[in-house]
């Protein structure tokens, strides 16, 4: 089945980058390219870091009813799983990130992996808000991803109303959970799935309380304000000038498609939407665009990436970690 899924998303990562870079004028492209003014990377990648430090935050207060992990025993571990999600597919790191955090913490996997997806939603919820919220002020996005945009929302809400109805009934999900087991699942496996289920819900803990909802949230805001900033830094490398507005926009389109199955580093999802907003909503030459697009994503993708990996060889982690994440996600 993961060779499947790996296999689905390389194919929807080419068909992407065909539609990214169709039509190009690959020699304007490096002429973007060779002329760009990169230090303006430098304080892209300090405000972005920034972003990351903010995520760290938000974890560390959703893990508060299992620890208190300071968080400078956090940071390390959000960045192994960010650079686990850039080299593996099918987001890889949010699996290894809860695995290190088992090792360091001993907080169990199913619990942070409850957080985790917590995050998600929160995350994917933002990034509609930077659509909606930029759509009154920008031209209409193009019509290819008015239903992409719909379902996200449709799917985003569910599950955070899921997750929240979830939360604020324990006992009577727990009453749900045990009708169906008895029903559904072998007599000596229900312990095992029974505990799991308990520490799942712990994770959802975070959501019982309005206030931890808001503060979650607000963070969640200022960790894709970070990233849209980094993107208004490196968009002055180059001779184009949009508004925040329209790199809102791009920001929750992009990473509402960075959603998809794809080859590891979003290949294609990350490039194709952004290069599309870009041409069709905020003007830019296309080959311009292009140029921008490729670099800003190689900004995202490669300091923290470079920074995950020494963090990773740090705590004398080995590849073979992955696999032995996956295993105890399976079978723990």
Same mark, same amino acid.
Do not use: C
């Given at each position: 089945?993961?060779r499947?899924?790996?296999?689905?998303?390389?194919?929807?990562s080419?068909?992407?980058?065909?539609?990214?870079?169709?039509?190009?004028?690959?020699?304007?492209?490096?002429?973007a390219?060779?002329?760009?003014?990169y230090? +303006?990377?430098?304080?892209?990648?300090?405000?972005?870091f920034f972003?990351?430090?903010?995520? =760290?935050w938000? +974890?560390?207060y959703?893990?508060?009813?299992?620890k208190?992990?300071?968080l /400078?025993?956090?940071?390390p571990?959000?960045?192994?799983?960010?650079?686990?999600?850039?080299?593996?597919?099918?987001?890889?790191g949010?699996?290894?990130?809860s695995?290190?955090?088992?090792?360091?913490?001993?907080?169990?996997?199913?619990?942070?992996l409850?957080?985790? &997806?917590?995050?998600?939603?929160? !995350?994917?919820?933002?990034?509609?808000?930077?659509v909606?919220?930029?759509? @009154?002020?920008?031209? %209409?996005?193009?019509?290819?991803?008015?239903?992409?945009?719909?379902?996200?929302?449709?799917?985003?809400?569910?599950?955070?109303i899921?997750?929240?109805?979830?939360?604020?009934?324990?006992?009577? =999900?727990?009453?749900l959970?045990?009708?169906?087991?008895? /029903?559904l699942?072998? *007599?000596? &496996?229900?312990?095992?799935?029974? !505990?799991?289920? !308990?520490?799942?819900?712990?994770?959802?803990?975070?959501l019982?309380?309005?206030?931890d909802?808001?503060m979650?949230?607000?963070?969640?805001?200022?960790?894709w304000?970070?990233?849209?900033?980094?993107?208004?830094?490196?968009?002055?490398?180059?001779?184009?000038?949009? %508004?925040?507005?329209?790199l809102?926009?791009?920001?929750?389109?992009?990473?509402l498609?960075?959603?998809?199955?794809?080859? @590891?580093g979003?290949v294609?999802?990350?490039?194709? @939407?952004?290069?599309?907003?870009?041409e069709?909503?905020?003007?830019?030459?296309r080959?311009?665009?292009? *140029?921008?697009t490729?670099v &800003?994503?190689?900004?995202?993708?490669? @300091?923290?990436? *470079?920074?995950?990996?020494?963090?990773?060889?740090r705590?004398?982690?080995?590849?073979?970690?992955?696999?032995?994440?996956?295993?105890?996600? %399976?079978?723990?």
């Amino acid at each position: 089945m993961k060779r499947l899924q790996f296999w689905v998303g390389v194919a929807i990562s080419v068909l992407f980058l065909w539609w990214a870079l169709r039509e190009l004028q690959l020699a304007d492209v490096w002429a973007a390219l060779r002329t760009a003014r990169y230090a +303006w990377l430098l304080p892209g990648v300090l405000v972005y870091f920034f972003g990351v430090w903010a995520r =760290t935050w938000r +974890w560390h207060y959703m893990l508060r009813p299992f620890k208190q992990v300071p968080l /400078r025993r956090l940071f390390p571990v959000v960045t192994i799983g960010y650079m686990g999600n850039n080299i593996y597919p099918l987001r890889a790191g949010e699996v290894i990130r809860s695995y290190v955090l088992k090792k360091k913490e001993g907080i169990p996997i199913s619990g942070s992996l409850a957080t985790v &997806l917590v995050e998600r939603i929160f !995350d994917g919820l933002v990034m509609l808000l930077f659509v909606f919220v930029a759509l @009154p002020f920008t031209e %209409s996005i193009p019509n290819v991803y008015r239903n992409w945009v719909t379902g996200f929302s449709v799917a985003f809400l569910a599950a955070l109303i899921l997750f929240i109805l979830l939360a604020a009934r324990p006992a009577l =999900t727990r009453r749900l959970y045990d009708w169906t087991a008895q /029903r559904l699942l072998p *007599a000596r &496996l229900r312990p095992r799935f029974g !505990d799991l289920f !308990d520490r799942f819900m712990y994770g959802l803990a975070s959501l019982r309380s309005g206030r931890d909802v808001l503060m979650i949230f607000a963070t969640s805001v200022v960790v894709w304000l970070a990233e849209t900033v980094k993107y208004w830094f490196v968009m002055h490398a180059f001779d184009f000038e949009v %508004s925040f507005l329209v790199l809102m926009l791009m920001n929750g389109i992009v990473n509402l498609f960075t959603s998809l199955p794809a080859a @590891p580093g979003y290949v294609g999802t990350f490039d194709a @939407p952004g290069i599309e907003i870009l041409e069709v909503v905020g003007g830019v030459n296309r080959q311009v665009a292009t *140029a921008y697009t490729l670099v &800003l994503h190689a900004a995202l993708w490669l @300091p923290i990436t *470079a920074l995950g990996a020494y963090y990773f060889y740090r705590e004398r982690l080995r590849w073979s970690d992955f696999e032995q994440a996956n295993r105890e996600v %399976s079978g723990q």
